[in-house]
């Protein structure tokens, strides 16, 4: 089957990180399922205003109380952002949830949105604001520097796309189960051979799960299903 090349945040738990006041259920799941509401409390909406109205583009994680890491392909300078915290459903008022505007984008120097192959898709957002923690807004820990996933290893992606290819899009967090593989079996011929770098994570190949899908170019804004009226 297609392996499923996808980037995904890996979390442990550590003290001040990685740890969720509600747990989330582990076991793996056909095309992912909705999360446990809060379960993952350093996922977050980044969204941005046009024409008036706020959309949701990606998901990011709480890396501190006021920087967020997202996918570069995610941002663009001609977009004014915001985050929301402590969500599970978007079109829903939820105790304990927070929006904070965004006033810095810093994509990774070697990124290139021309030719996403490269690699290096990965951006900081600074907020406006540092945001206190609580049982549903929580940071998520990094790896070591250099620190390689070892084969097999379990990771979850979690967000709001699209449940299905072309399809809607959730109005409630849902998470699916991934094993990682590593990158000497991911670069074999029948696998992903020379599209794979090193500075990428691979996981899945079964076909069933996957948290994003295969372009030549970053993805646009699709406006549609506005979260909330700007203000």
């Given at each position: 089957?297609?392996p499923?090349?996808?980037?995904?945040?890996?979390v442990a738990?550590?003290?001040?990180?990685?740890?969720?006041t509600?747990?989330?259920?582990?076991?793996?799941?056909?095309?992912?399922?909705?999360?446990?509401p809060?379960?993952?409390?350093?996922q977050?909406?980044?969204?941005?205003?046009y024409?008036?109205?706020w959309?949701?583009?990606?998901?990011?994680?709480?890396?501190?109380?006021n920087?967020?890491l997202?996918?570069?392909h995610?941002?663009?300078?001609?977009?004014?952002?915001?985050?929301?915290?402590?969500?599970?459903?978007?079109?829903?008022?939820?105790?304990?949830?927070?929006?904070?505007?965004?006033?810095?984008?810093i994509?990774?120097?070697?990124?290139?949105?021309?030719?996403?192959?490269?690699?290096f898709?990965?951006?900081?957002?600074?907020?406006?604001?540092?945001?206190?923690?609580?049982?549903?807004?929580?940071?998520?820990?990094?790896p070591?520097?250099?620190?390689?996933?070892?084969n097999q290893?379990?990771?979850?992606?979690?967000?709001?796309g699209?449940?299905?290819?072309?399809?809607?899009?959730?109005?409630?967090?849902?998470?699916?189960?991934l094993?990682?593989?590593?990158?000497?079996?991911?670069?074999?011929?029948?696998?992903w051979?020379?599209?794979?770098?090193?500075?990428?994570i691979?996981?899945?190949?079964?076909?069933?799960?996957?948290?994003?899908?295969?372009?030549?170019?970053?993805?646009?804004?699709?406006?549609?299903?506005?979260?909330?009226?700007g203000k």
């Amino acid at each position: 089957m297609t392996p499923l090349l996808v980037l995904a945040l890996c979390v442990a738990a550590a003290h001040g990180c990685g740890v969720a006041t509600y747990s989330p259920a582990v076991s793996r799941v056909v095309n992912g399922e909705e999360a446990v509401p809060h379960s993952w409390p350093w996922q977050l909406s980044l969204q941005y205003i046009y024409d008036g109205y706020w959309y949701h583009t990606c998901g990011g994680s709480l890396i501190a109380p006021n920087w967020v890491l997202t996918a570069a392909h995610c941002i663009s300078s001609a977009y004014t952002y915001r985050v929301q915290l402590g969500k599970h459903n978007l079109r829903q008022s939820e105790s304990g949830q927070k929006t904070i505007n965004v006033i810095k984008l810093i994509n990774h120097s070697k990124w290139n949105p021309n030719k996403l192959s490269n690699g290096f898709d990965i951006s900081l957002i600074k907020l406006e604001e540092e945001v206190d923690y609580s049982d549903t807004i929580q940071p998520a820990c990094l790896p070591p520097a250099g620190y390689i996933l070892p084969n097999q290893f379990g990771c979850h992606v979690t967000g709001w796309g699209n449940i299905q290819t072309n399809g809607p899009s959730p109005d409630k967090l849902q998470q699916g189960l991934l094993l990682v593989v590593d990158f000497p079996t991911c670069s074999q011929r029948d696998w992903w051979f020379n599209s794979v770098k090193p500075n990428m994570i691979c996981a899945g190949g079964d076909g069933i799960i996957s948290s994003c899908y295969v372009s030549n170019k970053a993805p646009t804004p699709k406006h549609k299903n506005p979260i909330s009226v700007g203000k």
